[in-house]
């Protein structure tokens, strides 16, 4: 027999071919992907109506411009914000400061605890209302006509000043008229800062608003508070399951028999991952994460596979035309066992066992939204195998040694949010190895 007969997988058929032919896992991602895609497609961009939201009561003033403006400085650090003009019982009429709308109590219990942690206010109340309208683009004149002086002055009959002369030993109407301004403008409560008007309770009863806008205000977003980039934010746990289907480029570098040099690169690597990650964010920054699961070759001879990384965010934008750009560094290692059979190019069956592990450095260049993320980036990629090739009708066993073929490669991806914590995640590499990724994570 020559040993050309042994080589390994015909690497004439192309990768696009031989990811539909070995694997049925493809088809499943391929399925969820044109879900996803059809479901954002298809999905409106504006919030129901109809719906109850939550909102963060941070604070009220008189004057809109002053609410205005803290609701434009919250905005500008991430907190989606709103002003609503509203007539408070026994208090008159206040511009309120929302941020909102939140799909849950619990992120906007959340959300209140970090408003209080940064700084950014003392005093929160969270309400539950359909989604509220944005009087900070309403014009100022609108909002002097419901100025607190109209509440003051509320029941009082304002007397209009007689043409003709009054009568000996009566007050002018005007006069009297006068008196009672000043005597109700007393009993009316003072401009306060974002403290002084407060519930008294921590979270008020629910009561919906009977301004209700078709367009929730530029900014706005249901979802979670998320760390810097694709990463999860500090203290949060993420779980997720991920399908990957590779083929590695490998060459050989070692054989307990003599190979010549024109067979050293027919030993690809063919394989399907399974795996649980479990992620936790050390800071908004830097998040880690543990895999575990399985690798097998067309879903038999399951065998473990287990590994780990890390992500660091760098920077990303969070105003002006740039906002949502970052770049990160990640690092994955991964160890694991695989079982298959495969035919040679003259056709003869060989049993394989290999021992393989991998390191893989990205750096990324992405762009987030409230609900996507969209990505690319370049790899370096280290691969080892050590693999033993046995014909079933002979006892000739091979010994190899192998490794990566070319350490560069690239990638790019699409993350897809489909509820607050709920998202999905699509992602390609080329040139180092030919893979494609499915993932479903859970962000708690």
């Not at 029941?155 to 000043?161: A, D, E, H, M, T």
């Not at 040679?344 to 996507?372: C, M, V």
């Not at 993320?373 to 693999?387: I, K, L, Q, S």
Request: proline residues 4%; glycine residues 8%.
């Amino acid at each position: 027999m020559k040993l050309a007969t042994l080589t390994g997988s015909n690497r004439n058929h192309s990768w696009a071919r031989a990811l539909l032919g070995r694997t049925c896992s493809i088809w499943w991602w391929t399925l969820i992907s044109l879900i996803t895609v059809s479901w954002a497609v298809t999905t409106p961009t504006h919030l129901s109506a109809a719906q109850q939201y939550y909102y963060i009561h941070t604070g009220s003033f008189r004057a809109k411009e002053n609410a205005t403006k803290v609701a434009r400085d919250l905005q500008q650090k991430g907190y989606p914000s709103v002003v609503s003009g509203e007539r408070v019982q026994n208090k008159g009429y206040w511009y309120r400061i929302y941020v909102g709308p939140i799909s849950s109590l619990q992120q906007a219990k959340l959300q209140s605890s970090e408003l209080k942690k940064k700084g950014l206010t003392k005093y929160t109340a969270i309400y539950k209302k359909s989604l509220i309208q944005d009087d900070s683009e309403k014009t100022v004149r609108t909002a002097k006509k419901a100025a607190p002086i109209a509440t003051a002055t509320a029941g009082i009959k304002r007397s209009q000043p007689s043409k003709t002369a009054p009568s000996a030993g009566k007050k002018p109407p005007t006069m009297q008229a006068s008196k009672q301004r000043v005597e109700a403008a007393k009993k009316a409560p003072p401009t306060v800062s974002l403290t002084e008007e407060r519930p008294k309770e921590k979270y008020p009863p629910a009561k919906p608003d009977a301004k209700i806008s078709e367009k929730p205000s530029e900014g706005t977003s249901e979802l979670q508070r998320r760390g810097y980039g694709r990463n999860i934010s500090a203290g949060k746990l993420s779980l997720s399951l991920r399908q990957t289907y590779r083929e590695v480029n490998t060459e050989l570098t070692d054989r307990n028999v003599p190979i010549s040099s024109s067979e050293k690169n027919d030993f690809d690597t063919d394989m399907n991952l399974t795996m649980l990650r479990v992620g936790f964010g050390l800071t908004d920054f830097l998040e880690v994460y543990g895999e575990i699961g399985a690798c097998y070759d067309d879903f038999e001879d399951f065998n473990l596979a287990y590994g780990g990384g890390a992500r660091l965010n760098l920077f990303e934008v969070k105003t002006g035309s740039l906002r949502g750009l970052y770049t990160a560094l990640q690092a994955d290692y991964h160890k694991g066992k695989l079982e298959t059979d495969y035919q040679s190019i003259a056709g003869n069956r060989f049993s394989k066992d290999a021992d393989w592990w991998d390191f893989t450095g990205k750096g990324e260049l992405g762009f987030t939204r409230n609900r996507f993320a969209v990505y690319v980036g370049g790899t370096y990629f280290v691969y080892r195998e050590d693999t033993d090739r046995q014909a079933p009708s002979t006892s000739v066993k091979f010994e190899d040694d192998l490794e990566e073929e070319n350490n560069f490669g690239a990638y790019g991806g699409l993350s897809l949010s489909l509820t607050p914590g709920l998202l999905v995640n699509v992602e390609g590499q080329v040139f180092t190895q030919s893979s494609i990724t499915g993932a479903i994570e859970y962000r708690f």
